[in-house]
């Protein structure tokens, strides 16, 4: 059911500096919380976020209960060459999910 | 998504002042396990080991004054420059009373062009967030800013 929203423009540049969104639809159990009858919720949530570009890890993140739900990571990188940016997230309970999204370099 | 019996949500919201609704659970929040002060700086160390870690180039752009800790958009910036030989290695940030102090580690490298990352997290209270950048050279720095919190996180329905 999870899925993801990438923002990476389609042409850049060659040497621009380009900002990349995500949101990956997840719950992010913090594993705190208690149910009306005291049993306590276990934890689910994304750990690890990794973004690769043309296969060359340029950004990745250790993701703790305290970041709320439907993680939203955003951050930069430069526009080196046309290719693919590759996203993967990790999480507990075997959570794996992955998009991608390509770039055309000028 | 609130199909919880009217009754049955005030008296949640009077019990703890903090109800939470998931699906059809009424979910309760507890917080015993509070994280302290001295767990973050623990944390802390755990990341930067002993080396000393000083006040500045970092920015941490979060609300100071917080209505829904659930999700509280936050950004770390780092004025530094990312050229191959002098960039920004990770950021790290932490709090003060969640239930635990991480709240995320990021790495970057030359390649990212600009340190800066934004993301939203939660927080349980009213407290202090600290932001700590590690450089390439191995140096550290930091920031910290005071939050305060009126709904505290886990206590409503996150879009």
């Known amino acids: 059911m999870a899925s993801a929203l990438i923002n990476v423009p389609a042409k850049a540049k060659r040497g621009e500096i380009i900002e990349i969104k995500t949101l990956m639809s997840h719950i992010m159990e913090p594993g705190y919380r208690r149910t009306a009858d005291g049993k306590i919720v276990p934890r689910d949530i994304i750990t690890s976020f990794t973004c690769r570009y043309n296969g060359v890890e340029i950004f990745r993140a250790d993701l703790f209960p305290a970041i709320a739900a439907n993680p939203f990571i955003t951050f930069f990188t430069v526009a080196t060459e046309s290719g693919k940016f590759d996203f993967e997230w990790i999480g507990d309970r075997g959570f794996t999910e992955t998009a991608s999204a390509s770039i055309s370099v000028e | ?159």
């Open chain 2, 1 to 159: 998504m609130h199909k919880q019996d009217e009754s049955t949500r005030r008296q949640f919201l009077g019990l703890a002042g903090s109800a939470a609704m998931l699906g059809a659970v009424p979910i309760v929040t507890l917080r015993p396990s509070e994280a302290t002060p001295a767990m973050m700086a623990a944390a802390i160390r755990n990341v930067v080991g002993a080396a000393e870690v000083r006040t500045g180039k970092v920015k941490l752009d979060v609300p100071p004054l917080v209505e829904n800790g659930n999700t509280v958009p936050m950004t770390v910036s780092v004025s530094n420059p990312m050229t191959p030989d002098d960039y920004v290695r990770s950021i790290h940030v932490f709090n003060e009373k969640n239930p635990q102090p991480n709240i995320g580690n990021f790495y970057l490298g030359p390649r990212a062009g600009r340190a800066q990352i934004s993301t939203r997290i939660r927080l349980a209270d009213s407290q202090k967030i600290v932001a700590i950048a590690r450089l390439s050279d191995g140096s550290f720095w930091s920031v910290s800013v005071d939050v305060v919190v009126t709904l505290a996180a886990c206590t409503e329905e996150v879009i």
